[in-house]
């Protein structure tokens, strides 16, 4: 068996799925998966698509320190390949960093469904009690979509949705989809938190629809108190996928 037959092999067991659901998801037929994992190899197009459909880089599929990389250093992987994560000399709000989060590059459905799910699956690894999903603008209108749909599909969970509005439309709503109601439990999807000042203006807004409580905040990462911040002035946890520090110790290790 050659190299990226195992890979495959053992990444599908891991995920728990047949053979046959592993086709079904990458659009080929299930003999094709079997001839992978007896010794044949995927054609190059392929490579891309198993490894978005497993969450690995293609150097990672075909071998390369497979079992070296947790899943936090994996998606930070994912992030780097993906242009999410730009390395270089930066500065965020007056202070220096080798790294800068671009969230516009996540592009591609498949990123969506790998944010929505590992969303997803914080939201139930967490044990929220909560009534409807907001997605704030921008980004997180898209991310809070992914994780409501993943609810649904991965966990049967039905919750109510909506995404805050930047700008009033014509009739002077800001909030698209359901309509918050007083004594609501949200969680909150974004992209990234710093301080939590920003969300908080945000919140205060929805306050203004309704007297909602803040179950949670999700997103990405946080790169700075948001965490202390949110607990603090609402209560609320701030669930995140990575950590600054996370970044940091996976650049020391030349792991992007």
């Not at 009739?171 to 989809?177: D, E, S, V, Y």
């Not at 790169?223 to 911040?229: E, T």
């Amino acid at each position: 068996m050659n190299k990226i037959g195992e890979t495959i092999k053992k990444l599908r067991s891991a995920k728990g799925i047949t053979q046959e659901e592993l086709a079904e998801a990458v659009n080929i037929s299930y003999q094709a998966v079997s001839k992978w994992e007896n010794g044949g190899s995927p054609d190059l197009e392929m490579l891309p698509i198993l490894a978005n459909y497993f969450g690995v880089t293609i150097d990672e599929l075909m071998g390369f320190k497979l079992a070296t990389y947790t899943n936090k250093e994996k998606f930070i992987r994912l992030m780097a390949d993906a242009g999410v994560l730009k390395r270089g000399k930066f500065q965020i709000k007056g202070e220096d960093t080798e790294y800068y989060v671009d969230t516009e590059n996540f592009t591609t459905n498949i990123h969506l469904a790998k944010l929505g799910e590992f969303f997803a699956d914080l939201i139930m690894e967490a044990h929220l009690d909560f009534d409807c999903i907001v997605g704030m603008a921008y980004h997180g209108i898209s991310f809070a979509a992914a994780t409501a749909t993943i609810l649904a599909n991965k966990y049967g969970i039905t919750v109510n949705y909506c995404s805050d509005r930047k700008v009033p439309d014509a009739r002077g709503r800001t909030i698209c989809g359901h309509t918050l109601e007083d004594g609501e439990r949200i969680v909150i999807v974004d992209d990234l938190i710093n301080s939590g000042k920003t969300v908080a203006g945000r919140i205060q807004k929805l306050k203004e629809i309704a007297d909602i409580k803040v179950v949670a905040l999700v997103a990405i990462v946080d790169r700075g108190d948001g965490a202390a911040f949110m607990k603090k002035e609402y209560g609320a946890q701030t669930l995140t996928v990575i950590s600054g520090e996370d970044i940091d110790s996976a650049i020391k290790r030349g792991i992007v």
